[in-house]
């Protein structure tokens, strides 16, 4: 059974920092592309930054460069996502994702999202 489990996310000031974390397993973690998205009321859902199956790669959206970092460790089957200078423009649900393409098999797993509250 596929979970992807994020944890992390509450309430913070503006300027604040926190650190998202999502735990996978029921599947080959290490052989997936993972991604933070972000959904705000109101707002399509957007991606955040996403990170390489081996970690060689990262990328992120625009307004998030420099201020967020993604990282994985494929020995605890973790992704995680370090939020620093926080906005009140970051409040947003917080989705974990893996994709995975094999040949013409496309594999894509969503988490249930972690709220994140930027607000004074």
């Known amino acids: 059974q596929v979970q992807l489990v994020e944890s992390g996310g509450g309430l913070v000031q503006p300027g604040g920092s926190l650190r998202l974390s999502c735990a996978a397993s029921?599947?080959?973690?290490?052989?997936?592309?993972m991604s933070w998205y972000r959904q705000a009321p109101g707002k399509e859902r957007e991606l955040v930054a996403g990170?390489?199956?081996?970690?060689?790669?990262?990328n992120y959206a625009e307004a998030m460069k420099g201020r967020f970092t993604i990282s994985r460790d494929n020995a605890k089957n973790t992704v995680y996502l370090q939020m620093n200078s926080l906005q009140p423009e970051d409040t947003a649900v917080y989705f974990c994702?893996?994709?995975?393409?094999?040949?013409?098999?496309?594999?894509?797993?969503w988490g249930q999202g972690t709220q994140v509250t930027v607000s004074s």
């Open positions: 994702n893996a994709r995975r393409r094999a040949g013409l098999a496309e594999y894509d797993y």
């Open positions: 029921g599947f080959t973690f290490s052989m997936y592309v």
């Open positions: 990170i390489t199956n081996d970690g060689g790669r990262t």
